[in-house]
């Protein structure tokens, strides 16, 4: 779709790969909404856009409640009079195995991994259906393609990440909907979302008993992502990929091959091979 001059809603966008898309979108000539938890964040890198005279505007909101999410799309509506491209990227993930995962951490990772994007979808689609043009793109995550271990409720919501955005694209195109939708499968880039989710946690003031072999994980992650890719390189992709309609936006294509492998131990005998 054309972006220049379009209304972009972006979740979390306060910080890394949702902040290098509002800059990428910003460099296109689009008006941005940026939503996020963190206020502090948020005011920061709304300061440094409009210092580089974008129209951006900036909405305290918890993907993980719909009222909070029907607001920011009155708040855009108001401020813009119209919402052209939705990011459902906000998201929060703690490396545990999946035998020592708390309930309360299973309800919070996929209350914001996935109904996350489950509420955007449902808030979203009816104005861009109305207006007669949008684009609806989701951050899952490779996780969501491969069901890697110690990883288990971050897993099982970017699987259902991707499952709603290829359903949704099907039940698009088959409706012939103005509206497109499109999935960002990244893997390891560079920001702070371990840093991040540690302070989000809910239950992180109660005693764990896993709690060494979780930092130890937890540190690990963070060293992988700090050698990641910059996450301004996935904004542009993900603007690449609005314009052009593309719906798998991959950040890795090389992991690919992991599918494959994947794929065909299924054809093959059944097993599952190593992620
Ligand atoms: N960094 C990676 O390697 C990587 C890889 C694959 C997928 N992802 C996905 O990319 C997306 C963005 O993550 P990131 O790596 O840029 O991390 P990040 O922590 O820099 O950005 C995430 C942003 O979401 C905000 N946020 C967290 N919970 C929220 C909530 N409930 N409501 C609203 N905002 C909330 C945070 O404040 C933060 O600004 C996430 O969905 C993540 O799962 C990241």
New binding site residues.
Partial sequence: METSGRVAVI??G?????RGMARAFADAGMKLML????EA?LAQTIAELTGRGVEVAGQS????QLDQVEALAAATLNRFGAVHVLCN?????IPTPTANIRLDDWRWIID??LW?PIYGVKTFLPIMEEQGEGHINT?A??AGLIGGGFMGAYNVAKHGAVALMTTLERDLRGRKSPVRASVLC????N???SR?SVT?RPSKATPRSNSTSEGKAGANVQAM?DK?MD?DEVGRLVLDGIQRDTFWLMTHPSFSKVLTRQLDALVADGSLTKA
């Fill in positions: 979740t979390g306060a910080s890394g790969i949702g939503a996020d938890l963190d964040m909101c918890d993907v993980a990227n906000a998201g929060i993930g914001v991994d996350g951050t995550s490779l990244p893997g390891p880039i920001t702070d979302i991040h989000y992502l990641g996450p």
